[in-house]
């Protein structure tokens, strides 16, 4: 049920983005207390992007899951911007994250609700 979308502009061969999915992977899953089996991760990677009028290294993050918890989001934005900064080499000041808490009856699976 958790889904990471990853947007950044730097470019990644197809090693690097698996090994990124991965690592994040089994990352959202140790967070969040959640069964990998259930985490989603979507990079986007080579996109045209500008944060504070410049094009230098930047991503931006989108982490939905049902039931997260709001006095979670500081750990969880301090342990996303370390693995995008170690995996793409962004400064953390370059990251926004975007949290959000999916209600279980608006998050479909298996042809059914959570």
């Known amino acids: 049920m958790p889904l990471l979308k990853i947007h950044t ?3 990644l061969d197809d090693a690097a ?3 990124l999915m991965q690592r994040a992977s089994a990352k959202v899953a140790e967070l ?3 069964p990998e089996r259930y985490v989603m991760i979507a990079l ?3 996109q045209p992007m500008l944060f ?3 094009d230098a ?3 931006y993050l989108e982490l939905k899951s049902i039931g997260l918890p709001d006095d979670a989001t500081p750990d ?3 342990a996303l911007c ?3 900064g170690e995996e793409l080499g962004i400064a953390q000041d370059r990251i926004y994250i975007e949290f959000s808490n999916a209600e279980r009856h608006l998050w479909g699976w298996d042809g059914r609700t959570f």
């Open 32 to 34: 969040l207390g959640k």
């Open 9 to 11: 502009n730097q470019s």
């Open 17 to 19: 983005q698996t090994a």
């Open 44 to 46: 986007l990677a080579d």
């Open 57 to 59: 290294p930047l991503a």
């Open 82 to 84: 370390q693995l995008i």
């Open 52 to 54: 504070a009028a410049s």
């Open 76 to 78: 969880l934005s301090a």
